[in-house]
């Protein structure tokens, strides 16, 4: 069963070494993983903590009767993006996902850029997270969305899921298969129960979109739907990678982009002040449901984001241990604790990283940050596709785009153009990243350089 192995397979392949001329080849993964297996590991990340604050966000910023049609702007420029990722995915049987792509196309430069960016996503979405969850607490607890109870929360869920998981990656899988049990229950009820109370009047004037809103809430989107870029690291245990791992994209991006428009159409439809709600699907359902529905909808939230706060702990940190193994970071990153046998160094950078910007920052603000920094190697990706086509020609079962670069120079556009629309802060943290990324990259070239004559990438 698929609970079974919710993370195993995405922590065995972010630390999965790729073969190195020189270095002995390592034991070949076995091949489990079917394409069910890879939509459950996207869905299981895409549906987050995104759909259940946001869509308030999105309200505020574009106008409520217009936000569904923001969620249907997001979903067609996520949907150019994962045709990119489908044919990337479908020339290689490694893991590494965006990594791999991005470093065959351009160099191990570019490649460990993109590796730094998923870092800082993960730091980034863990930091939103954590804020997400105190947001849902605060339905039931109105102290644990400000001042001391808020920082208690944030601190509490990230050193707790820190410690957790270098107790033993066993116990973090068994975290998140406990919070990823029934997280689509509550959103399916909401849509099925909520579709019967939707006013029609509320979407009065949609067409009169704030305009000046949009790009920051097509950035904010792009937070609710990232996620999907996961299902292509495993794909050294995929059964058939080439097959499965673009059926499995395109399958987990369709079922997002109906959930999602669903999920507004309700929250617009049945709530009259949603544009102010920090809890915008539990204050819905509990105007057309009563108090039940909203503790229900405030529950399945928590389910939600606790389980997407667990895994983005198990995996963030085995970016950088993969990286200090491969020697593109300190060592001591590849650190592996005697007793537990877990990367704690790590973990440890990961989770202080995390606590800081989650205690500097807003949801709101970590959620831009986060899609700012997947954008980075979202359109490295994107950008990669040309190049890979020459660079590899046609292979036998990959999956090759239709109308040339039509599609990969589309989605290429609409990601530059999302990162040009976002705000300040934003764009200055995903700058500061690159930077810090190429410095340790230098610096680690460098040394190994001191080291070694041989060449190293």
Same mark, same amino acid.
């Given at each position: 069963?698929?609970?079974?192995?919710?993370?195993?397979?995405?922590?065995?392949?972010m630390?999965?070494?790729?073969?190195?001329?020189?270095?002995?080849?390592?034991?070949?993964?076995?091949?489990?993983?079917?394409?069910?297996?890879?939509?459950?590991?996207?869905?299981?990340?895409?549906?987050?903590?995104?759909?259940?604050?946001l869509?308030?966000?999105?309200?505020?910023?574009?106008?409520?009767?217009s936000?569904?049609?923001?969620?249907?702007?997001?979903?067609?420029?996520?949907?150019?993006?994962?045709?990119?990722?489908?044919?990337?995915?479908?020339?290689?049987?490694?893991?590494?996902?965006?990594?791999?792509?991005?470093?065959?196309?351009?160099?191990?430069l570019?490649?460990?850029?993109?590796?730094?960016?998923?870092?800082?996503?993960?730091?980034?979405?863990?930091?939103?997270?954590?804020?997400?969850?105190?947001?849902?607490?605060?339905?039931?607890?109105?102290?644990?969305?400000?001042?001391?109870?808020?920082?208690?929360?944030?601190?509490?869920?990230i050193?707790?899921?820190?410690?957790?998981?270098?107790?033993?990656?066993?116990?973090?899988?068994?975290?998140i298969?406990?919070?990823?049990?029934?997280?689509?229950?509550?959103?399916?009820?909401?849509?099925?129960?909520?579709?019967?109370?939707?006013?029609?009047?509320?979407?009065?004037?949609?067409?009169?979109?704030?305009?000046?809103?949009?790009?920051?809430?097509?950035?904010?989107?792009?937070?609710?739907f990232?996620?999907?870029?996961?299902?292509?690291?495993?794909?050294?245990?995929?059964?058939?990678?080439?097959?499965?791992?673009?059926?499995?994209l395109?399958?987990?991006?369709?079922?997002?982009?109906?959930?999602?428009?669903?999920?507004?159409?309700?929250?617009?439809?049945?709530s009259?002040?949603?544009?102010?709600?920090?809890?915008?699907?539990?204050?819905?359902?509990?105007?057309?449901?009563?108090?039940?529905?909203?503790?229900?909808?405030?529950?399945?939230?928590?389910?939600?984001?606790? !389980?997407?706060? +667990?895994?983005?702990?198990? *995996? $963030?940190?085995?970016?950088?241990?993969? %990286? @200090?193994? /491969? #020697?593109?970071?300190?060592?001591?990153?590849?650190h592996?604790?005697?007793?537990?046998?877990?990367?704690?160094?790590?973990?440890a950078?990961y989770?202080?990283?995390?606590?800081?910007?989650?205690?500097?920052?807003?949801f709101?603000?970590?959620?831009?940050?986060?899609?700012?920094?997947?954008?980075?190697?979202?359109?490295?990706?994107?950008?990669?596709?040309?190049?890979?086509?020459?660079?590899?020609?046609?292979?036998?079962?990959?999956?090759?785009?239709?109308?040339?670069?039509?599609?990969p120079?589309l989605?290429l556009?609409?990601?530059?153009?999302?990162?040009?629309g976002?705000?300040?802060?934003?764009?200055?943290? !995903?700058?500061? +990243?690159?930077?810090v990324? *190429? $410095?340790?990259?230098?610096?680690?070239? %460098? @040394?190994? /350089? #001191?080291?070694?004559?041989?060449?190293?990438?």
């Open positions: 069963m698929y609970l079974d192995r919710t993370c195993t397979p995405e922590l065995r392949s630390t999965k070494k790729e073969t190195i001329p020189g270095e002995p080849t390592a034991p070949a993964l076995p091949r489990v993983l079917g394409r069910w297996d890879l939509t459950a590991i996207g869905v299981n990340q895409v549906v987050g903590s995104g759909i259940f604050v869509p308030a966000a999105v309200a505020a910023l574009v106008g409520a009767a936000s569904p049609l923001v969620w249907v702007a997001a979903g067609f420029v996520n949907a150019l993006i994962v045709l990119c990722f489908a044919e990337a995915g479908s020339r290689f049987q490694k893991a590494g996902g965006p990594y791999l792509y991005a470093r065959e196309a351009f160099g191990p570019v490649g460990f850029e993109v590796a730094w960016m998923i870092w800082l996503t993960r730091v980034a979405s863990q930091a939103a997270l954590a804020n997400a969850l105190a947001l849902y607490l605060g339905y039931f607890w109105p102290g644990a969305t400000e001042g001391a109870g808020r920082i208690l929360v944030l601190t509490a869920t050193g707790l899921l820190a410690g957790i998981n270098i107790w033993g990656v066993r116990y973090g899988s068994w975290t298969n406990l919070f990823t049990v029934g997280k689509l229950a509550p959103l399916g009820l909401f849509i099925l129960l909520g579709l019967f109370f939707v006013d029609g009047e509320r979407f009065t004037g949609f067409q009169q979109m704030k305009l000046g809103g949009f790009g920051q809430a097509i950035l904010l989107l792009m937070f609710a990232g996620g999907y870029e996961l299902i292509s690291l495993p794909a050294g245990e995929a059964q058939s990678p080439r097959k499965d791992v673009p059926q499995a395109l399958m987990t991006i369709g079922l997002a982009c109906a959930l999602f428009f669903l999920v507004q159409v309700v929250v617009v439809g049945t009259p002040d949603l544009a102010s709600s920090d809890t915008p699907l539990a204050d819905a359902a509990a105007g057309f449901l009563g108090p039940v529905g909203g503790t229900l909808i405030a529950v399945g939230g928590l389910i939600s984001i606790a !389980g997407a706060n +667990a895994g983005t702990m198990l *995996a $963030g940190p085995r970016v950088t241990y993969a %990286l @200090g193994e /491969r #020697k593109q970071l300190h060592k001591i990153f590849a592996v604790q005697r007793r537990f046998r877990t990367p704690d160094f790590s973990i950078v989770a202080g990283a995390a606590l800081g910007l989650a205690l500097s920052g807003t709101i603000q970590m959620a831009a940050v986060s899609a700012v920094a997947r954008l980075i190697f979202y359109a490295a990706t994107c950008a990669s596709i040309p190049l890979l086509r020459r660079k590899q020609g046609p292979l036998p079962g990959s999956w090759q785009l239709p109308w040339g670069s039509t599609i120079v989605a556009v609409g990601s530059l153009t999302i990162i040009a976002a705000d300040a802060y934003s764009l200055k943290m !995903g700058g500061i +990243a690159l930077a990324g *190429a $410095g340790f990259y230098g610096l680690q070239l %460098l @040394g190994r /350089r #001191k080291e070694s004559p041989r060449r190293l990438d």
